[in-house]
Structure formats: structure tokens, C-alpha cells
């Protein structure tokens, strides 16, 4: 890292929060502040399926998550550090400015956004395996592979014929209104979340086949239902939120 910035070139390090290391996140904020590191993001160690494997019981829950992140924000605003800093599905904090965002907020307005699309990423990229298995994020290798699941492999179709494909389309390009559950269709907090992530969707609906891409994002459900937008605004009082809901 310390040779990429002094060669001039921009560093993001990408940083692991579980049971195990939690303790050890403001310590390697600051280090790599004070090394010239232009951003961090912590993700949440998620219960993957190898990763409960090799370290089971070693994820943070959601509420255990949502705490420790929102103390180490807390603290991380009042230390003078310039470095932007991203929590996984959760605060964006930009020293800057003074500023932060919430990423469950996707849609401040609060409108019913039935027509919007669940996740842009899908539609800007195409995730694919070193196996060579098509799949609509990354984020999705390691359950697809663990159920068996499959949207068709590059080494026996061409890509070209499987980004046509109806089954890999309609689930990059999902909107709200496919959201095929009904906790999303009644839930008042829709407008703002927009259905969350549905690479989370199809992880915790335990489903083995796609109609899982369609389920609730749970940890958008505990930020809304468990009031932690109203905590972090409490908490984070002196600076600007970008996420402010009903704006």
C-alpha cells in the first residue's frame, strides 16, 4: 500500500469486521490514515457458506453488526481522521465534509418505487467464476456452487447467448414489483429500502434454486425495524446526513 501512494496511485482497502478482530478496526483505521490510504471499507464477515465452515459462530449478528459500527463511526467522526470510510450495508462517513450516508436508504423519497431496479450493479456487470459459471453478482458464487445452482457455464455456452437468456436477464434486471414475497409487498419500509440486497435475499431465504433472488433482505428488515436510523442520526448529530429519509 505504502509503494502504490507513493507512486501517486489511490488506495481503497477493503477490511473484514467479525467476532474475531472486531476490537482491531479503529487501530487499522488509523494506521492506514496515517499512511496516505484514500478509503476503507469494513464488510461484515457474512455467514458464507466455507466461511461457517472454518469459523462458525465467529459472525457478528446483525444487531452485534450494527452496534460496533455505529460506535466505531461515532468515535472514527470525532478523531480528526481524513480518510472516507464505508461500513458494509450501512455508513458511509465522509470527514470532508462532515457528512454521511446510509446505504439501506436507497431511495430517500420514500415512494413506493415499484418500477426501479432492485440493484444497478447487476445491470453494469457480469459476474463470472474461475469456473467459468454466469451469475448475477459475485456476492452469490460460493451459495450457487453450495446448492448446485446454476445460470449456465462460458466453457459450454457463449456469454452472449447466456446474457440473452431469459432466466439470467430477468434476475439482473429485477425491479421491486418482481420482489416475490409478501413481508416486501405490505412493508412500509419499501420506499427507502427498495427491496435491499439480492445476493442477502437469496442467502438467508435458504432457498436452492433462484426464486430465492426474490425474498427479503433481512438485514435491511433489522436497520428499519430495530430503529437504527434514528440511532445513528441521534448518534452522528453533528454531521450532515445525505440519507435523510422523506427529503
Sequence with gaps: MELCIENGLQVVSNTQVNRKNVHTIM???RLLNDIGVRGMRIIRTT?????EENAANSCLDLDEYYQAMLDFAVEYSRSGMAMEV?????IGL?????SYYLKPVKFASGERPSKRYCCNCTRTMVAITSEGEVMPCNQMSGYFLKN????GN?????????LGDGTYESAANMTVRDLGNSKCRTCEHL???GGGCRALGLLYSGRQDISGLTCKDVTKCRFFEGGWYQRIVQALSGWTNLSEIGA
Design 191 to 193: 420506499g427507502y429500502c
Design 47 to 51: 455467514e458464507a457458506p466455507r466461511w
Design 148 to 151: 448446485g445452482m446454476s445460470m
Design 27 to 29: 487501530p487499522t483505521a
Design 86 to 90: 464505508e461500513t458494509w450495508q450501512y
Design 154 to 162: 462460458v466453457h459450454q455456452t457463449p456469454l452472449r447467448d447466456l
Design 94 to 98: 465522509l470527514p470532508g465534509q462532515r
